[in-house]
Structures are given as structure tokens and as C-alpha cells.
């Protein structure tokens, strides 16, 4: 579904202060997949993110999304993607519902007055449909995002840590939701601190550290390489081998 290959992103390039944020990464993501991307603060997953996404342009390297390319190809690789980035970012005097309506005629889809409506209740914000978004908790921002998101019918959907700063039983419904989400065929990439979240979801686990791939593996393995070990002694272990 997404082919990654030799990328490389710099920022700040041509100055003194050059930050190489992606170390010519390589990966691929398979289709139906829930691929968590792990790896300290800092280390590259959102720049890695918003790359593929389009919204950083990469120094090096190409990635490709169902074969088109996220440069060349710009319109139709974007398509395919919905994406839930790091940073709440919502326009504060509009509805949740004009929300909705503008990303979907930003990507020149019909409106759907029912899809929004089946979107709104499955993330249980139904009810908000008309409020204003400053009006709204941080959790209900985070559906609000979410619902923005997939309002595009997405194939791939990327999570950049959705569940930060998210209360248990909001945690719990995210989960159970990229479960069904996953089910109905969906490609997800999420990064996340939380292992234990990422343990219970993930088909595979690419850790990243100052911007290198360290590996990218089927968590069942990458658990029995390790003697059933928890992913989270896993990666601790790792990342201190690492930067030690
Ligand atoms: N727009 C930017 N300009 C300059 N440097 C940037 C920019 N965005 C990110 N960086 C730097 O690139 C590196 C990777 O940042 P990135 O946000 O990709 O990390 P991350 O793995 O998502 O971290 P976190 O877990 O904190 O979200 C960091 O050193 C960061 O300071
Ligand atoms: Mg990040």
C-alpha cells in the first residue's frame, strides 16, 4: 500500500543548523495492515507522517501510495489518505458538521449529508453535530479530527498519536474503533508512548530513533525473539542500547 524508500528529510537545510529528522528510511506498509510506529520524542514519526501525507516535502528519497507518487502524483496519493496529525488544529468559530462538509469538498468529493451522519455517531458526537468547535472538550476535538479524517472514505488512515492527553473510556472506544475500522478493510499507521496500546493493536512494530528505521517486524515475533516479554521492556531495552 505505501512503499517508503531511501527517504531522507533535512530541516533547516542550507543553513549551519541542518537537523537530518528521517535517515534514509525504507519500509513498506501492506495492505489491511495496523502498522505501530514506536520511537522516543523527537525521533522522526511525525516528520515521517507528514511526509508520506505531503505536507513535508522530503530531501531525499520517493514514497509511493498505491503506486502513486506522493510528488508527481500529489492529488491521487492524498486521496487515499486520511490523517489525524499530532497537533489539534481546528478552525474555532465553525461548526463540527461545516467541518466535515469542507474537507470533504477540499478533496472534491460530493457531499454526503448521511455519511457524516453515520461518522458523527459511530465516534458518539452526533449530538454535536452544530456546536461550535471552541465550544468543545480536547477529547471531542480529538473525534472531531478523527471524523475529519475519514470523511474523505480514506484506504489509509494515519493516527499520529490520537490517544495523548484522552481519558480511559475515550481510549478505549479509539481502540475499538481502529479495531473495526481495521476490519472493514483499512490500512492504519498510528505512533503512540503508550506499548501496551500498540501491543494490543499493532499487526507489526517499526521502531524509530533519531531518525534511522531500527527494524521493522511482526510484533509476534519481535515478542518471541524476546522471550514473551512485554513490548514495552522491549523497546525500553532497545532505545537505552541505542543511545547509551
Ligand atoms: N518544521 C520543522 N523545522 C525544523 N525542525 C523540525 C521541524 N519539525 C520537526 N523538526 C525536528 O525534527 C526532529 C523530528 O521531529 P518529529 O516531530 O518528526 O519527531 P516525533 O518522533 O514525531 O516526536 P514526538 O514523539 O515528540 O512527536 C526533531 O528534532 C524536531 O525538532
Ligand atoms: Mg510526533
Known sequence: ??????????????????????????????????????????????TLINTICGLVEPT?????VRGYDIKKDYRDSRQLIGLVPQEIFLEHFATVIDVL??????????????????????LSILNKKDEKIFKLSGGMKRRVLLARALVSEP??????????????????ELISLVKDLNKEGMTIILTTHYLEEAERLSDRVALINKGKLEFIKEKESLVAEHKGKSLEDIYVNLVKDKNE
Open 1 to 46: 500500500m505505501i512503499k517508503v524508500t531511501n527517504l531522507t528529510k533535512i530541516y533547516n537545510k542550507g543553513t549551519r543548523r541542518e537537523l537530518m529528522a528521517l535517515d534514509n528510511v525504507t519500509l513498506q506498509v501492506n495492505k489491511g495492515e495496523i502498522l505501530a510506529l514506536l520511537g522516543p520524542n523527537g525521533a522522526g514519526k511525525t
Open 101 to 122: 462538509r469542507y474537507t470533504r469538498g477540499y478533496f472534491g468529493k460530493k457531499q454526503d449529508e448521511e455519511l457524516y451522519k453515520e461518522i458523527l455517531s459511530k
Open 155 to 172: 484506504e489509509v488512515l494515519f493516527l499520529d498519536e490520537p490517544t495523548a492527553g484522552v481519558d480511559v473510556e475515550l481510549r478505549r
Open 60 to 64: 531525499k528519497g520517493s514514497v509511493t
